[in-house]
């Protein structure tokens, strides 16, 4: 192995360690808060029914958009262009940083859903939320090996140049 081949699986191993770390915990929190909101009866807080649906639909924009926002991200002529003009370092930045996002997004929805459920004091709001939470993080769970493939898939095709354009990709 050169010692760029090392390099580049060295920092793929702390990225993916560190994205899933984050889904770890976003996970952790989800459970806790789908606890706590069964476990808890809490002093009904004043609200308005059309607050409640307000974060329904926030809840379904959310989920939703996070398998827009992954399929997006993830699509492969995308990474190409990424590992193109930022090169292998780039590539794994933009993998984890879609994964962080979708974290956030997961755990944007279990707290709505959390909120919900205080305001209601019905656990059925969290439950339903956190199912939806913990849907969107299985469903963005980096895999060391998808994203291994993806490195030695554009290794072999020579797409990463190790002195790569900078620029912008949005």
């Known amino acids: 192995m050169t010692p760029t081949r090392e390099s580049t699986q060295e920092e793929l191993v702390r990225r993916h360690r560190s994205a899933v770390m984050m889904v770890g915990a976003t996970l952790g929190l989800t459970v806790a808060l789908m606890m706590l909101g069964y476990l808890h009866k809490f002093p ?86 956190g199912v939806i939470a913990i849907g969107v993080l299985l469903y963005s769970y980096p895999s060391r090996t998808a994203w291994q493939r993806l490195v030695e898939g554009i290794e072999r095709k020579g797409l990463a140049d190790s002195t790569s354009a900078k620029g912008n990709i949005t």
Do not use: C, E, K
């Open 44 to 129: 009904l807080i004043p609200a308005s029914y059309s607050l409640a649906q307000a974060l329904w639909v926030a809840i379904a924009v959310f989920g939703l958009g996070s398998i827009v926002l992954r399929r997006t991200r993830f699509a492969a002529m995308r990474l190409q262009d990424i590992a193109a003009l930022r090169g292998m370092s780039g590539l794994l930045a933009a993998l984890q940083n879609t994964t962080l996002l979708l974290a956030v997004l997961s755990g944007a929805v279990a707290v709505m859903g959390f909120i919900n459920t205080m305001m209601t004091n019905d656990w059925m709001h969290i439950r339903n939320a």
